[in-house]
């Protein structure tokens, strides 16, 4: 047989496989096997086209109540590591897969997908059709679904009774503030620098601040660790807080800059860092916000947000700069948009989607405030965009 033949087909067809099913709430059920843990989760379907970065996706928290379905088709081949986590656990609500490899084959794996699923109490799914499914997503929009995950012996029909009624009891993202659920209880330092093959006394691992430059401020929606590292890097020291300090609390720390962190929901009931947004901004106090804080950021100017029809999450979605007409390739996961055509005079579009002509970038005319919607920091995806970071501090 030749060389590595023998990984991909087999998996689906070992019958001690214990089996799982996704139920749409419109009466779609994929039947598959289980990849996680036993039992059962419902959030919104959204399909993600990275070719990379599975266990990134898995932990970025903007993945709170969402079951992410990823359109590439063979998973798990690299494994699991401590150091690639963008936070401290699993936040996407499960996982749905084509195919997963058998082995996990990288020198920095600590354990499998299937291990750390299942350590993790996150369900997944494997073995079924995700173009379908994502021609589905793309066809009639994100839906609510659910995953029901069961042991050797349980029946494909009583599973798929139990997903149908989930999917159709889990009433979507609109309304939902879940930055206050995920964010961190309690004001922390941050100091940690990027992840390189030699950054530690030519040893892999995170290098250190060296010498601090500016202190920021970040709000914590559900921050990916990357995004702080890219600033540690740039000679932050960063200060992180709760989603709900009051802007005065903040100010009282004399920050340089104050960033808002990207984060699952929908931002308009974020009404606290709404405010908080505004007062940062009016003062003229440097801000910079991602995805969430972009958007919470567009809702402080008096503009609004609308939910998109399937969103974009990826590592491949082509963004224009308007102020020098380049093409970046983007990172991107977000269900909700800012909505170009309420921007206030004082806001000016900076950049946007080359898929669907949506609002990618904001900065205000007269003060040093500026946000993305997509993701700068990548993790996974590229770099093209990092030049966004050095902007914020210039700014300061
Ligand atoms: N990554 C994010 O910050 C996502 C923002 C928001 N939850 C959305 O889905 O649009």
Known sequence: MAA??????LLPLIPSLPPAVLALADGTIFSGY?????????????FNTALTGYQEILTDPSYTRQLVTLTYPHIGNVGVNDQDCESTKIYAAGLIIKDLSLIASNFRSEKTLTDYLTGENVVGIAGIDTRKLTRILRDKGAQPGAIVAGKVGDTVEALTEKALAAA????????????QVVTTPTAYEWTEGEWGLNAVN????????EKPLKHVVAYDFGVKRNILRMLTERGCKITVVPAKTPAADVLAMKPDGVFLSNGPGDPEPCDYAIAAAKTFIDKGIPTFGICLGHQIMGLASGAKTLKMKFGHHGANHPVKDLDDGRVVITSQNHGFAVDAATLPANVRPTHVSLFDGSLQGLAWTDKPAFCFQGHPEASPGPHDIAYLFDRFIKLM
């Open 168 to 179: 159709k009891g889990f009433s979507g993202m609109a309304g939902l503030d879940l930055a």
């Open 34 to 46: 289980s990849i996680g843990a036993v039992g059962q989760s419902a959030g919104e379907v959204v």
């Open 202 to 209: 030519g040893k892999p691992g995170f290098k250190k601040l």
């Open 4 to 9: 590595g033949l023998w990984r991909i087909p």
